[in-house]
């Protein structure tokens, strides 16, 4: 009987080890993933900050799932609305 709980005690080790690794890589994968996606849109968010200062327009159209689409539309201001939207 003392043989049996040695052996289920060190299963429960051995699998609570494996599983906090586990949990640790997935935590670090996804923080990883978290800033490469943050990376990817940082140009965007600039191009789209500078157009609400500059009063341009920007058309968004997107279409995921296999088909990848991504369709961008940017109109600058007239010069005249440029000065009044300020």
């Known amino acids: 009987m003392d043989m ?3 052996m289920a005690t060190v299963v429960v080790v051995i699998v609570s080890i494996a599983t ?3 949990c640790a890589a997935l ?3 996804l ?3 978290v800033r490469q996606e943050q990376a990817k849109g940082a140009p965007l968010i600039r191009v789209a900050e ?3 200062q500059g009063g341009g ?3 968004w159209d997107e279409q995921r799932s ?3 689409r991504l369709q961008v539309r940017i109109t600058r201001a007239p010069a005249g609305m ?3 939207a300020a």
Request: aromatic share 8%.
């Open 4 to 6: 049996a709980m040695d």
């Open 20 to 22: 906090a690794k586990g």
């Open 27 to 29: 935590g670090l994968w």
């Open 31 to 33: 923080r990883w993933r």
């Open 50 to 52: 500078a157009l609400a």
């Open 57 to 59: 327009r920007l058309e």
């Open 66 to 68: 296999r088909g990848h």
């Open 82 to 84: 440029k000065d009044s």
